[in-house]
């Protein structure tokens, strides 16, 4: 899975940006959905579920890679937006209330990241969801839903605005990495928040702002990490921002990030008790109605209306001191900047959670748990990534050699999910594991890692494979599937038929399998 790292500035996954192909339909002329181009004919119909819409009641704009560069290119290398896009969202303006927002599935932006920046970009009352049917960074939503919001309302947001709503994100994307997104977040919001509220326009006001800030909430900063956000607040308070228009929404932010309640505070979470019971203004809550049933169990969610969905599921909002890092975020530092190494949006392809980085963290890992983790990169760089020694040292085959060719952006994401799926297994131990009589193999861990890889490969019903597999064939998919269990058996010392052998009959026409259940 590619590295997440510093998104940089793709913002968020929720959908990326809209210019690509427009869907005719019986829209709702208020209400926009947003597909990523290079999510599946299933997967989209997945996401529709999830938004619990049909297409007769939304717009809906297919968002390709092409979208993405066109309106990313100015603040991100080509070579680092990547080829895939795969987010969507579900957008709805309203007429009070500030920005409403629900994420699913977005392991690096949260909620509060994207209310905070789509109000700098001019937004004033919207409803938001944005998600993916598996695990991505989120580096990819706010330009799509700015340009999602403009369909719905008919309206051009001020071009100024929206590209400092994108300098927003990647200035607070960068900083999360270095003291955690809670923290990140309710520096720039507070300080943008009292720099439009009484109209801060001297650059030493605005530092002192800024400091103070970081200061009140026990946040450490440097004067890079400080000089970075009053750049960016000097050129919004060139903006001529109306106060009244942000405020629900960055002072609801603010609560959610810095746990302050104030008056409006006070008042906004008593919207929030409406909105969590399903009633919006209009009586039409976008954010209450998703059906999170059709994502599978194990979403990470997060809410501008309801903070515990963030700690529910696991999402990591806090510092980045290294000990609260879980399968909700984790990318590479690199001096503050995206490597680029992931998709348009910052997907990882399908899968890739938290600690997935250039290094998968094993520091909890016992030595011989290292040894097994260790021996299982060789054979995916070997089997995914088309290095023949390599494989042949995992097999210990001289005449091993991979079945299946991937290219190498596929492969090298492949490895990482495979690699990740393997550690996850290490990590959770076998104390919480519970047969269920579809076991193939006497050792925990075997079933536990041929589990994840049937999800993977996208063999378990109802189960997409990850995007890298989506233009496999079914047959090569379960090659690669068959392959890959070969090296766990061996890892672990078990054996047992592959689907092909099984597949193989006597010429008496007994099933190869019904012969070895014989010969045992």
């Not at 109209?199 to 002192?208: K, P, R």
């Not at 026990?218 to 750049?231: A, P, W």
């Not at 990318?331 to 992931?342: A, C, I, Q, R």
């Not at 995914?384 to 042949?392: F, I, N």
Request: negative net charge.
């Amino acid at each position: 899975m590619k590295n997440i790292k510093k998104l940089g500035a793709l913002l968020c996954s929720a959908c990326l940006v809209v210019s690509g192909t427009t869907i005719p339909t019986m829209a709702d002329s208020m209400k926009v959905v947003t597909l990523g181009a290079d999510l599946t004919d299933a997967q989209k119909n997945t996401m529709m579920k999830y938004f619990n819409v049909s297409s007769d009641q939304v717009q809906i704009l297919t968002i390709t890679n092409q979208d993405e560069r066109d309106h990313l290119s100015a603040y991100v290398p080509i070579e680092q937006i990547g080829t895939r896009t795969v987010s969507c969202a579900y957008v709805k303006p309203t007429t009070s209330g500030g920005i409403k927002v629900r994420t699913a599935n977005l392991n690096w932006v949260t909620c509060n990241m994207i209310a905070t920046s789509l109000s700098t970009s001019g937004v004033k009352n919207c409803e938001v969801v944005a998600a993916c049917p598996f695990e991505v960074s989120g580096t990819g939503a706010l330009t799509g839903i700015q340009m999602a919001y403009e369909t719905a309302t008919g309206e051009q947001l001020d071009s100024t605005k929206k590209e400092l709503a994108t300098e927003e994100m990647v200035v607070t994307g960068n900083l999360a990495d270095e003291v955690g997104k809670n923290d990140a977040t309710t520096v720039m919001n507070n300080s943008k928040m009292q720099v439009i509220q009484n109209n801060v326009q001297n650059a030493d006001d605005i530092y002192n702002i800024v400091v103070n800030v970081a200061q009140q909430n026990n946040v450490t900063l440097d004067s890079d990490q400080i000089n970075k956000i009053v750049e960016l607040l000097e050129q919004i308070a060139q903006q001529d921002y109306d106060y009244d228009d942000v405020k629900a929404t960055l002072e609801q932010v603010d609560q959610n990030t810095s746990g302050n309640s104030d008056e409006i505070g006070e008042v906004d979470e008593e919207e929030d008790d409406t909105v969590n019971a399903g009633d919006s203004a209009d009586g039409d809550d976008i954010l209450g109605s998703v059906d999170n049933s059709v994502l599978g169990g194990d979403v990470l969610e997060s809410s501008t209306e309801d903070t515990a969905l963030e700690q529910e599921t696991g999402m990591d909002t806090g510092s980045a001191d290294g000990q609260n890092e879980d399968s909700s975020d984790t990318e590479d530092m690199d001096n503050g900047d995206w490597d680029g190494s992931e998709d348009t949006d910052g997907s990882l392809d399908g899968s890739e959670t938290a600690d997935t980085a250039d290094e998968l963290d094993t520091s909890s890992l016992t030595e011989d748990q290292k040894t097994l983790f260790t021996q299982t990169e060789t054979f995916c760089k070997g089997e995914y990534e088309g290095d023949a020694a390599s494989l042949q040292t995992a097999m210990g085959d001289e005449t091993a050699v991979s079945t299946v060719v991937l290219d190498a952006e596929n492969g090298a994401t492949l490895s990482k999910d495979v690699e990740k799926a393997y550690l996850d297994v290490l990590k959770q131990g076998t104390e919480s594991y519970q047969a269920d009589g579809t076991e193939l193999y006497m050792t925990p861990e075997l079933n536990m890692i041929d589990k994840a890889l049937k999800d993977l490969f996208g063999l378990s019903e109802g189960v997409q494979a990850v995007p890298e597999l989506s233009e496999l064939t079914d047959e090569d998919r379960q090659t690669l599937y068959d392959d890959t269990m070969k090296f766990f058996q061996k890892l672990y010392n078990e054996t047992v038929q592959t689907s092909e052998e099984a597949a193989v009959e006597n010429e008496d026409g007994t099933d190869a399998a019904e012969e070895a259940q014989v010969e045992e």
